[in-house]
């Protein structure tokens, strides 16, 4: 059975965006694109809430994030082979290809998805994250925490949840980006 992998970026304080919504604190340099692309490269299905498909889509909508460099364009490539799935009730339509739309968040199915998948998949935004949690569907984190305070805004991890993590591996990016990859305890 393939793995769901939760992936975010979250600040010291444990926050994916500030108070304001925003998550322009995370700019990526070479090596955490490198890292991220790599990370995310077996992956075959990333499962998105609305406001982190939008963010992501400019990946296939927007060429000239890819023109950049070899770099971008190889997370371009990786990015737009995955299939993806969106939830979302505001949405009526995908802007990218191999992309599928879910008005709403159905544990079992995505336990279909992962007894039927060939790779792991990925899953982002921590309102959708926060969901599977609470279903019992994450196998694994991987938390980049960035050396910055934010403090306050969307927490990374749900509150209300528990579960015992095993810490699997952990690497310092030199831009001071902490990887720390856990699984999740059964």
Known sequence: MAKLIYVTN?????YIEDEHGRFDWTPPDDEYLAFL???????????YGRR??????????????????K???????VWQAADKVVYSTTL????????RLETSFDPASVRA??????????????????????????????LLIHPILVGG????????????????????????VMSLHYRVRA
């Open 71 to 77: 770099l971008t364009a190889d997370f371009a490539d």
């Open 92 to 99: 009526d339509a995908t802007s990218t290809a191999r992309t």
């Open 153 to 176: 805004g969307k927490p990374g991890l749900p509150s209300g949840t528990r579960a015992g993590l095993e810490l699997l591996s952990n690497r310092r990016l030199s831009n001071g």
């Open 10 to 14: 979250v600040s010291l304080d444990g």
């Open 113 to 142: 998805m992962k007894a039927s998948a060939t790779s792991d998949l990925t899953i982002g935004g921590a309102h959708l994250a926060a969901q599977a949690f609470q279903a019992g569907l994450i196998d694994e984190c991987h």
């Open 52 to 69: 982190l498909y939008e963010s992501m889509s400019l990946w296939e909508t927007d060429p000239s994030l890819a023109a950049q460099s």
């Open 37 to 47: 692309t790599d990370l995310v490269r077996p992956m075959g299905t990333y499962l």
